[in-house]
């Protein structure tokens, strides 16, 4: 009875052990969460790789010619948006979608799907179609991407791409918001604050709204409010560059490399001594 005990105690130690075993995922999945606009982006997909198999051909291992594809490996690539933004010409609203795709040699169509519960291609419903509309293929010269790559590209305040690439093949689709009237409002409400945003106000107005009367006026607020902030006089100076005066540009560049100077920071010294060098 004790060598059966033994033996039993000895056979479950076995079975934890196996249980415990970690392996790396064949293809592994990366979650990518993407600042743009005033929101969010994340973007969760597998990477599986090519490991000398036929990709993109007609009845081809790996997302075969003109059939629809889950964009990855394993679960349908899942895209949350937390504001709203623009693909293919469709305003989305805030909420999480999956892509798929159907591979072409010169092009390539991509969905917008709601089917956020489908395994890969199964469940995929035509009539949950969010939007889809197509993208060109490019060949990329001397380069092989081995393992299935998808990544933000070329961000802006309102604009960036989402480039896929596989083997020498790559597609960028193209993602948008409109942000700057909802800013300018924030602001302008701000400013009837107490506690008045002259610093963002000078950056928007001067960056976005090419509003340089304004970005002068509310800059000028600002470094009254802060005489050490260098970073304040830089902009001042760029501001009053934008507006053709060159003398007070001068002056507050020459205010922004001496209270740069004294906290020690070499990056505005340099800025503000290439803006006089420009004048």
């Known amino acids: 009875m004790k060598k059966l005990t033994l033996l039993l105690a000895a056979l479950a130690s076995v079975a934890i052990a196996v249980a415990q075993v970690q392996m790396p995922a064949p293809s592994p999945t990366q979650t990518i969460t993407q600042d743009f606009g005033i929101g969010k982006i994340v973007l969760t997909y597998s990477r599986p790789a090519i490991k000398g198999r036929t990709l993109f051909a007609e009845n081809s291992d790996l997302a075969p010619l003109g059939k629809l594809w889950r964009t990855g490996a394993n679960a349908a690539t899942r895209i949350s948006f937390s504001d709203y933004v623009t693909i293919g010409g469709k305003k989305l ?134 005489a050490n902030a260098f970073w304040m006089f830089l902009l001042k100076a760029k501001v009053e560059k934008a507006m053709g005066n060159k003398a007070a540009a001068k002056e507050s560049a020459k205010k922004c490399i001496e209270v740069a100077t004294v906290a020690k920071n070499d990056d505005y010294v340099k800025q503000a001594n290439d803006l006089i060098k420009g004048l």
């Not at 979608?97 to 969905?111: A, G």
């Open 93 to 226: 609203d805030t909420g999480t979608y999956v892509i798929y795709t159907i591979p072409n040699k010169t092009e390539c169509t991509i969905i917008i799907n709601k089917g956020v519960n489908n395994a890969g291609t199964d469940g995929y419903k035509e009539s949950e179609d969010v939007v889809r509309f197509n993208v060109p293929v490019k060949k990329m010269e001397g380069v092989a991407v081995e393992n299935f790559t998808m990544q933000f590209a070329n961000i802006q305040p309102e604009r960036c791409e989402l480039n896929l690439a596989w083997g020498n093949n790559a597609i960028s689709i193209p993602i948008s918001t409109e942000i700057k009237e909802r800013i300018k409002a924030q602001i302008e409400a701000a400013l009837q604050t107490d506690k008045k945003p002259y610093w963002q106000a000078a950056n928007f107005y001067f960056d976005w709204d090419k509003n340089n009367a304004k970005a002068l006026e509310y800059v000028t607020k600002a470094v009254e409010e802060n």
